[in-house]
Every structure is written in C-alpha cells, then in structure tokens.
C-alpha cells in the first residue's frame, strides 16, 4: 500500500486526513497569551480570534523528525510505501526534518517530496498524489507527477491589512499605518518556494484584478482543480471565486479556509487562488 502523508502547512489537519485519504503531521502554532490547539479548530475561526487580540505574533514550529520517523516506522514495519508533500524547505525546516527522518529509517519506500508550496497549493498536490494512488499509478510515477505539478503551480494573494506585514517587521510601523490607512492591499505568490510580494494596490477591487492580469498571462490547465481560499472570510473568498469562475468560464473550483501557517502573517481578509499552468 501507498501512504500519502503531508503536514499541517497544508492546512490539512491531523484529524480531517483521514478523510482524504491521507495523513497528516503537524506543525506547532503557539500564542504566548493564549492556548490554542490546532486540531480542534477546523475552519481556523478560534486561531483568527486569538490573533486580533494578541499583542505578539503567534509562533510556528516546524514539524520534528520524530513525528515523521513514527509514520515512516510504521510503514517499515508494515511493508507499506509512504510518500510525503511537505511545506516548502523555503518557508519552513519541515521539509528537513522529513528528510531526516527518511534517513534514519534506512527504508527505501519512502519518498519526501518538497512541494516548494503551502496551504492550498500544498493540498492540491497531496490530493493529487492520492488520486494517482487509487488510480493505480507507481510511487514513481507518483513522485515524477509532483514534480511536474511544483514547477506549474501558481499561488497568488491580496492581503487585507498590512498590519500583521508590520507586527512581523516585514513594512516600517510608518508604512502601515499610512497604508492601512489609504487600503493599500498587497499582493503575494509564492515564488520558487517563497513568498514575495509581486504588487500593491488601493482597495479590495484592484486586488482582484491585480490577481486577473496574472491570470490572463497565464495559460490556466483546467485538467487540474483552480481552488481559492481566504482567511477567516468566507464571504469575501466566496464573491472572488465566484467572479473568477464567471470571468474565465472556470470549473472544478472549491473554496478553502487558510490557517495560521500563513495567517499568522496575512490575518483575516485576504483572497488566494491557486492553479496549474499549461506546459
């Protein structure tokens, strides 16, 4: 058997895997003023509360190699194949210590896979590598399609707020507080595992079709899903989606929320989309 296994960057929870087909390990959000555990807030709401009353940003930790070596131990010892879709190595050391673990287990079914992504794009390619293994498809097989997608996958966002942007000396206290006040909103994608900022735009209108140029200079492969997600805003992510599905007679498209791994620096309101290019 093929075991699919990635982490929480995914913002697939330990306990919601399962129903995917899947399993999941997790990274560590602490709040110093608060308690928070990640497992018992699945649409993130409590994580979101807790971050606009908190004075501090909450930290994160990057899966342990023990968490992986359990998994990776397990398959061992049951004769099963595993391969894992980590956080990008450039955002996190989850991927490390993934690779670590590979290590110290000496076994040869196991496969780390750098997704160079996170949250929905992360997901999208541990769903993907789940709908190969039930099709059928070799380990390999499995490993050389991940590859292929990490080099299409597009991920772009508008952020909301440059609030948090600030908190996590990422902009001048200056810079936010003036651009916060004219709704500057910016945009991010990730880059070759990175997240970078590509432009700015006033207001929640001109984020969208700051993210619609992008869209029209890439070639969108609809044979795989276009999903969108937003933090703590359903309403708003739904509305995006809704108008890009319309705009460019989209299908398969599903709305997800996103967690603290990338919240934590977004807070609430901002709109992701992620999807494949054409070769």
Not at 95 to 106: D, V
Not at 144 to 167: G, P, S, V
Request: proline share 4%; aromatic share 6%; with cysteine.
């Amino acid at each position: 058997m093929i075991r699919i296994l990635t982490d929480t960057g995914s913002d697939i929870t330990h306990l919601g895997a399962p129903q995917l087909g899947m399993e999941s390990v997790e990274l560590d959000i602490k709040f110093t003023e608060f308690e928070y555990d990640y497992r018992n807030d699945p649409e993130f709401k409590v994580f979101y509360s807790n971050l606009e009353r908190a004075k501090n940003l909450p930290t994160t930790s990057q899966v342990n190699p023990q968490q992986f070596l359990e998994v990776f131990n397990d398959a061992k010892q049951k004769g099963d194949e595993v391969i894992a879709v980590t956080l990008s190595g450039g955002m996190s050391g989850t991927y490390s210590s993934a690779k670590i673990a590979q290590e110290e287990c000496a076994y040869d079914g196991i496969t780390v896979v750098d997704s160079r992504n996170a949250i929905i794009a992360q997901r999208t390619m541990a769903e993907h590598a789940v709908k190969l293994r039930d099709a059928g498809e070799s380990m390999s097989q499995i490993e050389k399609e991940l590859i292929n997608m990490r080099e299409r996958m597009c991920l772009t966002a508008c952020l909301d707020t440059l609030t948090y942007l600030k908190k996590g000396g990422r902009v001048p206290p200056a810079m936010a507080i003036i651009g916060n006040a004219i709704k500057i909103k910016p945009v991010i994608a990730i880059i070759e595992g990175k997240v970078e900022a590509v432009d700015k735009v006033r207001g929640t209108q001109a984020g969208m079709q700051a993210i619609w140029k992008k869209l029209d200079k890439d070639d969108i492969d609809q044979n795989y899903p276009i999903c969108f997600g937003h933090t703590n805003s359903e309403e708003r992510g739904r509305q995006f989606m809704e108008e890009t599905v319309k705009k460019y007679s989209l299908k398969e498209c599903n709305l997800y929320p996103v967690g603290g791994v990338i919240g934590t620096h977004t807070g609430s309101g901002a709109i992701v989309i992620t999807y494949m290019r054409k070769p």
